[in-house]
């Protein structure tokens, strides 16, 4: 792990760039928006962690209510349980009987369950638990897209019998995310897209005899709450946002608290050059979003440009903040998060997760 | 840093996945390729570790003829000279005075240099060798597209002014390097620009009184090569090759020596999804190209949808290699660079520098 790129107490300019920054008071507001929308109703929140990967982020949203946290990968459930988040749900399948092993060692040390969606999957989870002595909640993952999960009522009940014939698995419920929905921009189509999420995982619940439903993101989790079917949300991208969640709704409803910080390294009469590119900012959603006057017109490796359409361009050394078109991969690109409030570091927080 | 995937002598089915793997014998080749036509030019060849981020790769180069290595961002350059890396050239611009420092720094260690296109830069890199006493090399960029580099002869005269003035600074030469023209498909389009690289380059070269012009990718150094003007290469891609240099030439002049390694952890009639998605592959370039047969459809963070376009959907468990669509922000996904002979691994070397 690389040296942090700050210490407390450090101004914006002392930043070694490229940096990621996450504006605290941001941070706060977006875990007391959702979370005191959400608690009241009785739904459990379990945010993904996969979009900071980092504990100590985990540790505030369980502290503000949260039941525990989602993992997308066997690397990210370990660094959570190791760290002391007590319950993790890895809200993905997995395959192999050496990650079946992992996840099953980390399941004696924290609550820890795991989505299946074929019975060699299961039967990987049961000889695990059985050669660790240690118990795997699973969830039964409801397709919902192209990706993972099962169909039909037939497949659940197969993969619920074997389920409980493992003494060391226990049928905790059933996932049913819908990923493509949480970008659709007419509400209505997030709406649509939801209740035809709930029409497919109904009936596997009701097969099952399990009331335990979990599921939705940051792009539809009041659909889901509202719906009475969901009993848990996994919104991840809440607490820190970003350029492609924020054209969801005008305004967004949460505080953009994630930025990566470049500094200036050559200017022009109409443009400036940072020293963050797309090693430093994840492009899979589109590029960055600039400050005012100022706009991404290229982005290679280790920089990007800014075409200046107002103003006069900055002077060399200037540190300028982009918000991330995506904000989980552009995390995982980084070993540091450098938490600010206002523009003086308060804290640096290991991206512990990070490449897991 | 984490765990290894892999280790010597594991055979492709026990890699830990997602995994980042790397064909020695085709590794090998490419080395044997390109420098074998370029050596005997006397033009130096100074790969560009940004796509390896690797030292152990980077020596493997120097054995094979290399000068030394170029390096995009003073942390790589950090890592290069801490590795034993003897020559390092930072083909690129910083700005700040604790930057400077720090190159100042390592250039009590190695033989290492820097680009500059402002006077500003000049006067911090002069104050930092003043303070540490060493010896930095300068190289005044030349502007080839909208990135980095000054334009006339005044302002290049104007910065070997302030360079000579300063006793720890040394001026080198020129770069000029034209990232744009790298993927220009129809070669009569990348001779063009080059032609017109050198066109800009030359004068400024003359002006300054200098013979060491350094520059030139995997997709141009042929040009540069022949052009009588360029006496130094930085190709960094043709070591590792990926989808969008390939389409480049018919057959490519390289071979495919990285690869993403996944796993199948949910099958379907008509596809299934892998455990590698754009946290382990890169997508600024497009998505990976999966083997015949098979055909990515979607790709999210920790998920590769490949279509099965011929043939049965492969099992649960079986590992399927990816040609990333750019190699070098892939490998900066990953720690570690499993080295396979065949199916078996042959070493493990760490991605030092990535994140740097």
Redesign the interface.
């Known amino acids: 792990?690389?040296a942090p790129p700050a210490g407390p107490g450090d101004e914006l300019g002392?930043i070694?760039t490229p940096a990621l920054l996450l504006d605290l008071d941001a941070f706060e507001a977006n875990i007391a928006r959702l979370h005191g929308d959400v608690l009241p109703t009785g739904v459990a929140i379990r945010p993904h962690g996969?979009a900071h990967k980092c504990p100590e982020l985990g540790r505030r949203q369980v502290a503000a209510g949260a039941v525990g946290l989602c993992a997308?990968?066997l690397?990210e459930a370990e660094v959570f349980v190791g760290a002391g988040i007590g319950d993790v749900l890895l809200s993905?399948?997995?395959?192999?009987p050496?990650?079946a092993r992992r996840l099953a060692a980390i399941a004696g040390r924290a609550t820890v369950a795991v989505c299946v969606?074929?019975p060699?999957?299961v039967a990987e989870l049961a000889a695990a638990t059985a050669e660790a002595g240690t118990t795997l909640g699973v969830l039964v993952e409801v397709a919902t897209g192209?990706?993972?999960?099962i169909g039909t009522v037939e497949e659940a009940r197969r993969l619920a019998e074997e389920i409980h014939a493992a003494p060391g698995l226990e049928l905790r419920g059933v996932q049913a995310y819908m990923?493509s929905a949480q970008h659709l921009r007419p509400p209505g189509d997030r709406e649509a897209a939801i209740a035809e999420t709930a029409e497919r995982a109904a009936p596997i619940r009701d097969a099952l005899g399990v009331t335990h439903v979990t599921g939705a993101g940051t792009g539809t989790y009041p659909i889901e709450v509202a719906s009475g079917l969901w009993t848990e949300i996994q919104p991840g991208s809440y607490v820190l946002m970003d350029a492609d969640y924020a054209q969801n709704q005008q305004p967004p409803p949460f505080r953009q608290a994630l930025h990566v910080l470049g500094?200036?390294?050559?200017?022009h009469d109409d443009?400036v050059?940072l020293?963050a590119g797309?090693?430093a900012v994840?492009?899979?959603r589109g590029p960055p979003v600039a400050p005012p006057g100022l706009e991404p017109?290229?982005?290679?490796?280790?920089?990007t440009?800014l075409t200046v359409l107002d103003g006069a361009p900055a002077a060399?050394?200037t540190p300028i903040r982009l918000v991330p078109g995506h904000c989980?991969?552009t995390v995982?690109?980084?070993?540091w998060i450098v938490a600010m409030r206002g523009d003086v570091v308060e804290e640096v927080f290991a991206v512990e997760a990070?490449?897991?």
């Not at 993905?92 to 192999?96: D, L, T």
């Open positions: 792990m690389r002392a070694d996969k997308q990968s690397g993905n399948e997995i395959a192999g050496d990650k969606d074929h060699l999957q192209r990706r993972c999960g990923g500094r200036v390294i050559s200017t443009r050059v020293d797309h090693k994840s492009v899979d017109s290229g982005i290679s490796d280790e920089h440009i060399l050394r989980d991969p995982n690109l980084h070993d990070r490449g897991a």
